[in-house]
């Protein structure tokens, strides 16, 4: 079993910055890949970016990428979104996910087994 706890989330304005972390209850924290998805009322979870158990392979989404940036500190068993020039439809609650495949990075939800509960993020204009 792994719990996840993210933190870091708030109120920012439009071009504003915030960085969430998500730390992990796992002395096998290099063996998972990590990943970050998101969600709005009454739309389905929305996959962000995720990145491998030793940091080789990362995605991100095209509408973040150049904005966000995952990245991860298994000595720390955290992972991190670093989320520059932030816009208003990036209002969401944030979670992290672990996936237990922990080579590649997937974008499905359904890979990944454990959540976090969510940190959320608002952005005004």
């Known amino acids: 079993q792994v719990q996840l706890v993210e933190s870091g989330g708030g109120l920012v304005q439009a071009g504003g910055s915030l960085r969430l972390s998500c730390a992990a209850s796992t002395r096998s924290f290099s063996t998972y890949s990590m990943a970050w998805f998101r969600q709005t009322p009454g739309k389905s979870r929305e996959f962000i970016a995720a990145?491998?158990?030793?940091?080789?392979?990362?995605v991100h989404v095209e509408s973040v990428r150049g904005r966000f940036t995952i990245d991860r500190d298994n000595a720390k068993n955290t992972v991190y979104l670093q989320m520059n020039s932030l816009k208003p439809e990036d209002t969401a609650v944030y979670y992290c996910a672990a996936d237990s495949n922990g080579v590649g990075v997937r974008r499905t939800s359904e890979n990944y087994k454990y959540w976090g509960q969510g940190t959320q993020v608002t952005v005004s204009s």
């Open positions: 990145i491998s158990g030793r940091s080789v392979s990362r």
